[in-house]
C-alpha cells in the first residue's frame, strides 16, 4: 500500500449525506438512489452504525445486502464515503463481555440499547472491531465507487470519558510514560495539598467522583489521556484500513459549540482529511456565528487545507431542547458559510429521514412529508448552488487575524473550584470571535504553538492555561512588530495547572505591561461601567499599569480605577490587554480599533448588513472567489467585481446583495 498520505479526490464540491438503507427496503432504496441523483448528491456515507447487520453472531458475516447497496449507488455515480461500521457494539458483543460498556464517574455502568455503548480502553471492544474492519477492508477496500474511509462515528461523542477498570489500568500506563517516575506526578498534580501523595503506581485510579472537589492536576490529565485514547482506537483501525486499501481516512469531527472531549489539534496529523459535523445549538445567543467560528476552527485543524463537512442538518435536530426549524433560505446560507470558510464538501445527516429510533424528529434531505416539501425544494436548489461553485473546491481563504484556542486552556478553566462558576472558556472565545465576525473580519483560529508570522492581528481570549514557550513565541512575534490583544485570565496556569505567581498573566505580564494583583469577577446581573462608557460584565480585575497605556479604566466595582483596557508597546509590535467582558457593541469597537491599527480590512469594503455580513475569499491560481453571505434583513452594498456565478450576472464596484442572500463573485487575478 501507498506511503504516501492519499488525499481526498473529488470533481468539484462535494454534495452528499449520511445514508442508513439498514432501515428501509430495496424497493426503497431504488427511490432512494433516483432521488438522490436530482438533488446532485454525488458522496454518500454509509454502513455507520452497520456491526450488527453484518456480523449478527460472533464470527458470522453477512455482506450480501452492503455489497448490493454499494453497486447500486455505484450504477448510479455516487461515490462512496464508507464506514467500518463499528461506532456501536452489537448486543450479543455486550452480553459476552459485560466489561466493554462504559463507566461513568460515579462508578455505574452505562448499558446497552443507545449508542456508543463501549470504553476506548477495553480490550476486547477493540479486537472485536478490529476483526470486523478487517472483513470490511478485505471486501471493499479496492472497490472503485470508494471515495474515502469513515472510521466509527464522531469517536468520544457519548464516550469520551470513562471511568471502569480497564480504564484505570490504560490511565496508569498512560501516567507512567508521561511521568517516568511517581515523583515527577507528585510534583506535576500538586499532590501535597490535602495529603493525596501516590507511593505506587496501582495507588491511582481514574478521577471518579470524590465527596469533595477532585485534584485538578489529575482531571486535566485524564482530559489528555482520554483524548489519546480514542486517537489510538482511531489508528488502530486506520491502520487494519491501510494494509487493504489506499483511498483516503477520515473520522468526523464534533467541532461544534459545547463537545469539548478531544484535543483535535493532536489529532489533525493523523487524517487524510479533516471532515467536521456541525449543528446549529440554538441554545447559544447567536447560533450563526458560532457556526462560523467552527467552520474556521475546522480550518485551522485543517491547516488552511480544504476540508470536509460531513454532517449538518437541513433543519431542526432531535437533541435540543426546542427543535428549531430552518428559516427559508437559512440551510442555503449555513452551507455556504462552510463552504465560504474552507469546506469541500457540503453533506448532511441524513438522506431520508427515519420513521423509528431516537432520530424520527430529526430533519433530513428528504423529509417525511416526501418531495412535495418546501425544504427538499431548497436541497435540490443548492445542490445546483454546490455544482455551480465546482472550480472553488481546492482554493485556499485568506485571513490576516489569528484567534488562538486550545482544548488545554478550556478544560483548565472549566475546573470543579474556579473564581465564577459565570465563567466559561467558549464564551470568551465566542465573543472575541463574535467581534471579529461583526466587523466582517476573517478569522483563522490557531493552535497555541501557531507561527503567526503571516498575521497582522492575533487574538487570545482567555487563554488560561499556557506552555510558556507557546506565550513566548506570542510575545516574540509581538515584539517583532505584531500587534495582539490578550484577554483576562490569560497566562494564569501553566500545563501542570501551576499558578505563574507574581502576578496573573504570568508570561504575558512583561508584553503587557500590567501588574495583575488579584481577580475580582462581578455578580450575575452587575453591569460594570468604564471611563470610555463602555459597559462590561462578569470579571474585573484590580490591576495598575507597569509600561502600559491605560485606555479605559473601571469607575465602578470591586476594581474601580483600575485599568480595564490598557495597549502596551512591546518591542515594534502593540500589547493590548482587556481585563473584563465588554458588551458586543463595545467589543466591537475595541476591536475596530485594534484591527485598525494594526491595518486589518475586511476581504471586501461593505456597507450596511452590519454585523451579520459574512465576506471572505477564498484563492486559487487564476482566480479568487468572494463569499458575500447576507444575514441581514436589509440588502448590503459590497464594493467587488466579476462573475457572480450563483445568478451568472457580472457584477461591478459598489451593488447590492439582497436580505438573506448568498453571492459569490469570481476574481481576476492579476
Ligand atoms: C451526529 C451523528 C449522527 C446523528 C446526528 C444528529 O452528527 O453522527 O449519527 O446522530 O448527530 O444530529
Given at each position: 500500500?501507498?506511503?504516501v498520505q492519499?488525499?481526498f479526490?473529488?470533481?468539484?464540491?462535494a454534495?452528499?449525506?449520511?445514508?442508513?438503507?439498514e432501515?428501509?427496503?430495496?424497493?426503497?432504496w431504488?427511490?432512494?438512489i433516483?432521488?438522490?441523483?436530482?438533488?446532485?448528491?454525488?458522496?454518500v456515507a454509509i454502513?455507520?452504525?452497520g456491526?450488527?447487520?453484518?456480523e449478527?453472531r460472533a464470527?458470522?458475516?453477512?455482506?450480501?445486502?452492503?455489497?448490493?447497496?454499494i453497486?447500486?449507488l455505484?450504477?448510479?455515480?455516487?461515490?462512496i464515503?464508507?464506514g467500518?461500521?463499528?461506532a456501536?457494539?452489537?448486543a450479543?458483543?455486550?452480553?459476552?463481555?459485560?466489561?466493554?460498556?462504559p463507566m461513568?464517574?460515579?462508578g455505574t455502568?452505562r448499558y446497552?440499547g443507545?449508542r456508543?455503548?463501549?470504553?476506548?480502553?477495553?480490550?476486547?471492544?477493540?479486537?472485536?472491531?478490529?476483526?470486523?474492519?478487517?472483513?470490511?477492508a478485505?471486501?471493499?477496500?479496492d472497490?472503485?465507487?470508494l471515495?474515502?474511509w469513515h472510521?466509527?462515528?464522531?469517536l468520544?461523542?457519548?464516550?469520551?470519558?470513562?471511568?471502569?477498570p480497564?480504564s484505570?489500568?490504560?490511565f496508569?500506563?498512560w501516567l507512567?510514560?508521561?511521568?517516568?517516575n511517581?515523583g515527577a506526578l507528585?510534583?506535576?498534580?500538586?499532590?501535597?495539598f490535602?495529603?493525596?501523595?501516590?507511593?505506587?503506581?496501582?495507588?491511582?485510579?481514574?478521577?471518579?467522583l470524590?465527596?469533595?472537589?477532585?485534584?485538578?492536576?489529575?482531571m486535566l490529565?485524564?482530559?489528555r489521556?482520554?483524548s489519546?485514547e480514542?486517537?489510538a482506537?482511531?489508528?488502530?483501525e486506520a491502520?487494519?484500513?491501510r494494509?487493504?486499501?489506499d483511498?483516503?481516512?477520515t473520522t468526523?469531527f464534533?467541532?461544534?459549540?459545547?463537545?469539548?472531549?478531544?484535543d483535535?489539534?493532536?489529532?489533525?496529523?493523523?487524517?487524510?482529511?479533516?471532515?467536521?459535523?456541525h449543528y446549529l445549538?440554538h441554545?447559544?445567543s447567536?447560533p450563526?456565528?458560532?457556526?462560523?467560528?467552527?467552520?474556521?476552527?475546522?480550518?485551522g485543524?485543517s491547516?488552511?487545507?480544504?476540508?470536509?463537512?460531513?454532517e449538518?442538518?437541513?433543519?431542526a435536530v432531535?437533541?435540543?431542547?426546542?427543535?428549531l426549524?430552518?428559516a427559508?433560505?437559512q440551510m442555503?446560507?449555513?452551507s455556504l458559510?462552510h463552504?465560504?470558510?474552507g469546506?469541500?464538501?457540503v453533506c448532511?445527516?441524513?438522506?431520508?429521514?427515519s420513521v423509528?429510533g431516537s432520530e424520527?424528529?430529526?430533519?433530513a434531505m428528504?423529509?417525511?412529508?416526501?418531495?412535495?416539501?418546501?425544504?427538499?425544494?431548497?436541497v435540490?436548489?443548492?445542490?445546483?448552488?454546490?455544482?455551480?461553485?465546482?472550480?472553488?473546491?481546492?482554493?485556499?481563504v485568506?485571513?490576516?487575524?489569528?484567534?488562538v484556542?486550545?482544548?488545554?486552556?478550556?478544560?483548565?478553566?472549566e475546573?470543579e473550584?474556579?473564581?465564577?462558576?459565570?465563567?466559561?472558556?467558549?464564551?470568551q472565545?465566542h465573543?472575541?470571535?463574535?467581534a471579529?465576525?461583526?466587523?466582517?473580519?476573517t478569522?483563522?483560529?490557531?493552535?497555541p504553538?501557531?507561527?503567526?508570522?503571516?498575521?497582522?492581528?492575533?487574538?487570545?481570549?482567555?487563554?488560561?492555561?499556557?506552555?510558556?514557550?507557546?506565550?513566548?513565541?506570542?510575545t516574540?512575534?509581538?515584539f517583532?512588530?505584531g500587534?495582539?490583544?490578550?484577554?483576562?485570565?490569560?497566562?494564569?496556569?501553566?500545563?501542570?495547572?501551576?499558578?505563574?505567581a507574581?502576578?496573573y498573566g504570568?508570561?504575558?505580564?512583561?508584553?503587557?505591561?500590567?501588574?495583575?494583583?488579584?481577580?475580582a469577577?462581578?455578580?450575575?446581573?452587575?453591569?460594570?461601567?468604564?471611563?470610555?462608557?463602555?459597559?462590561a460584565?462578569?470579571w474585573?480585575?484590580?490591576?495598575?499599569?507597569?509600561?502600559?497605556?491605560?485606555?479605559?479604566?473601571f469607575?465602578?466595582?470591586?476594581a474601580r480605577d483600575?485599568p480595564?483596557?490598557?495597549s502596551?508597546?512591546?518591542?515594534?509590535?502593540?500589547?493590548?490587554?482587556l481585563?473584563?467582558l465588554l458588551d458586543h457593541?463595545?467589543?466591537t469597537?475595541l476591536l475596530?480599533?485594534?484591527?485598525?491599527?494594526?491595518g486589518?480590512?475586511?476581504a471586501?469594503p461593505?456597507?450596511?448588513?452590519?454585523?451579520q455580513?459574512e465576506?471572505?475569499?477564498?484563492?486559487g491560481?487564476a482566480?479568487?472567489y468572494?463569499f458575500?453571505?447576507n444575514?441581514?434583513?436589509?440588502?448590503?452594498?459590497v464594493e467587488?467585481?466579476?462573475l457572480?456565478?450563483?445568478?451568472?450576472?457580472?457584477?461591478?464596484?459598489?451593488?447590492?446583495v439582497?436580505a438573506?442572500?448568498v453571492?459569490v463573485?469570481?476574481?481576476?487575478?492579476?
Amino acid at each position: 500500500m501507498s506511503a504516501v498520505q492519499p488525499r481526498f479526490q473529488h470533481t468539484g464540491i462535494a454534495f452528499g449525506c449520511d445514508y442508513n438503507p439498514e432501515q428501509w427496503s430495496p424497493e426503497v432504496w431504488d427511490e432512494d438512489i433516483r432521488l438522490m441523483s436530482e438533488a446532485g448528491v454525488d458522496l454518500v456515507a454509509i454502513n455507520i452504525f452497520g456491526w450488527s447487520h453484518l456480523e449478527p453472531r460472533a464470527g458470522e458475516f453477512e455482506f450480501g445486502a452492503l455489497a448490493d447497496i454499494i453497486e447500486r449507488l455505484h450504477r448510479a455515480g455516487i461515490r462512496i464515503n464508507l464506514g467500518t461500521g463499528t461506532a456501536s457494539a452489537p448486543a450479543w458483543l455486550v452480553r459476552r463481555h459485560p466489561e466493554i460498556l462504559p463507566m461513568a464517574e460515579d462508578g455505574t455502568r452505562r448499558y446497552q440499547g443507545g449508542r456508543q455503548a463501549w470504553c476506548p480502553s477495553s480490550p476486547e471492544f477493540r479486537s472485536a472491531a478490529l476483526r470486523l474492519v478487517r472483513e470490511v477492508a478485505e471486501r471493499f477496500g479496492d472497490h472503485p465507487a470508494l471515495a474515502l474511509w469513515h472510521v466509527s462515528n464522531e469517536l468520544g461523542c457519548h464516550n469520551a470519558l470513562c471511568f471502569c477498570p480497564n480504564s484505570d489500568a490504560a490511565f496508569r500506563y498512560w501516567l507512567r510514560r508521561r511521568y517516568g517516575n511517581i515523583g515527577a506526578l507528585n510534583a506535576a498534580w500538586g499532590t501535597a495539598f490535602w495529603s493525596q501523595t501516590y507511593q505506587e503506581w496501582s495507588e491511582i485510579d481514574t478521577p471518579r467522583l470524590t465527596v469533595s472537589t477532585r485534584n485538578p492536576g489529575q482531571m486535566l490529565d485524564f482530559r489528555r489521556f482520554s483524548s489519546d485514547e480514542l486517537l489510538a482506537h482511531y489508528r488502530s483501525e486506520a491502520e487494519v484500513i491501510r494494509s487493504y486499501s489506499d483511498a483516503p481516512i477520515t473520522t468526523n469531527f464534533m467541532l461544534t459549540s459545547h463537545i469539548d472531549g478531544l484535543d483535535y489539534w493532536s489529532w489533525a496529523d493523523d487524517m487524510d482529511v479533516i471532515a467536521n459535523d456541525h449543528y446549529l445549538d440554538h441554545r447559544l445567543s447567536d447560533p450563526t456565528v458560532e457556526l462560523a467560528f467552527a467552520a474556521d476552527l475546522t480550518r485551522g485543524i485543517s491547516g488552511n487545507e480544504p476540508w470536509l463537512l460531513m454532517e449538518h442538518s437541513v433543519g431542526a435536530v432531535n437533541w435540543q431542547p426546542i427543535n428549531l426549524a430552518k428559516a427559508a433560505g437559512q440551510m442555503t446560507r449555513n452551507s455556504l458559510t462552510h463552504v465560504a470558510r474552507g469546506a469541500d464538501a457540503v453533506c448532511f445527516f441524513q438522506w431520508r429521514a427515519s420513521v423509528q429510533g431516537s432520530e424520527k424528529y430529526h430533519s433530513a434531505m428528504l423529509p417525511h412529508a416526501g418531495t412535495n416539501a418546501a425544504s427538499w425544494r431548497e436541497v435540490c436548489e443548492l445542490g445546483e448552488i454546490v455544482g455551480s461553485l465546482s472550480e472553488v473546491a481546492g482554493t485556499r481563504v485568506e485571513s490576516e487575524v489569528a484567534l488562538v484556542f486550545s482544548w488545554e486552556a478550556w478544560w483548565a478553566t472549566e475546573e470543579e473550584s474556579r473564581p465564577s462558576h459565570a465563567l466559561g472558556y467558549l464564551d470568551q472565545v465566542h465573543a472575541a470571535y463574535g467581534a471579529l465576525y461583526a466587523l466582517g473580519l476573517t478569522v483563522d483560529v490557531v493552535a497555541p504553538d501557531a507561527d503567526f508570522t503571516r498575521y497582522k492581528l492575533v487574538v487570545a481570549p482567555g487563554l488560561h492555561l499556557v506552555r510558556e514557550q507557546h506565550a513566548r513565541s506570542l510575545t516574540d512575534w509581538v515584539f517583532a512588530g505584531g500587534t495582539a490583544l490578550i484577554t483576562f485570565y490569560s497566562g494564569t496556569v501553566d500545563e501542570d495547572d501551576r499558578v505563574w505567581a507574581g502576578g496573573y498573566g504570568g508570561p504575558f505580564r512583561e508584553a503587557l505591561g500590567v501588574h495583575v494583583e488579584e481577580f475580582a469577577p462581578v455578580a450575575a446581573g452587575t453591569v460594570l461601567r468604564l471611563s470610555t462608557g463602555a459597559t462590561a460584565r462578569l470579571w474585573s480585575e484590580r490591576s495598575t499599569a507597569t509600561t502600559a497605556r491605560v485606555e479605559a479604566t473601571f469607575i465602578d466595582g470591586p476594581a474601580r480605577d483600575a485599568p480595564a483596557i490598557t495597549s502596551n508597546a512591546w518591542g515594534a509590535g502593540q500589547a493590548w490587554y482587556l481585563s473584563t467582558l465588554l458588551d458586543h457593541s463595545d467589543y466591537t469597537d475595541l476591536l475596530a480599533t485594534v484591527s485598525g491599527a494594526a491595518g486589518v480590512h475586511s476581504a471586501v469594503p461593505f456597507r450596511g448588513g452590519e454585523g451579520q455580513l459574512e465576506l471572505v475569499r477564498r484563492r486559487g491560481e487564476a482566480h479568487s472567489y468572494v463569499f458575500i453571505i447576507n444575514h441581514a434583513d436589509a440588502a448590503a452594498t459590497v464594493e467587488v467585481s466579476g462573475l457572480e456565478m450563483i445568478t451568472g450576472v457580472n457584477v461591478q464596484n459598489q451593488w447590492q446583495v439582497p436580505a438573506g442572500a448568498v453571492r459569490v463573485v469570481r476574481e481576476a487575478l492579476a
